[in-house]
């Protein structure tokens, strides 16, 4: 077992990293190619109670799956945490998707799980 697989399971919050460990951004509610992106809810915001689900959907060559995180940057500087709780891989275009994120709170105040993933992109230098 490598390095990086006994890292990812070492257990976070009483669970193992699943999925591929690997942490997508997403940009917002207005893009197209190799992005994630959102639809925000009637009163114009991102869910952001602890729990709580956000739906996505996007177009990468390396698609979420069940497990993985998403981060949403924010005009502050800090970033919403999801958890990938479903997926569903689209056959038409093959590198579309849709999936369910569970809300964790923000990026920075989770560093045990934001240490143990890999940073989308960045997968050839871990």
Known sequence: MSLIQQIKSIFVRDKKIRGN?????????????NAI?????????LCDELGKTQRFHGWKNRRPITGDYIQVP???GMHFLFEIT?????RDPIDMFFCTG???GYSEDNPEI????????KESEA
């Open 21 to 33: 460990g690997i942490l997508y951004t997403s940009h917002g509610d207005n893009c197209w190619g």
């Open 37 to 45: 992106s959102f639809r925000i809810s009637k009163d114009d915001k």
């Open 74 to 76: 924010m005009k502050s």
């Open 86 to 90: 479903e997926h569903e891989h689209c």
């Open 102 to 104: 569970m809300f964790l």
């Open 114 to 121: 934001i240490n143990l993933l890999t940073v989308e992109g």
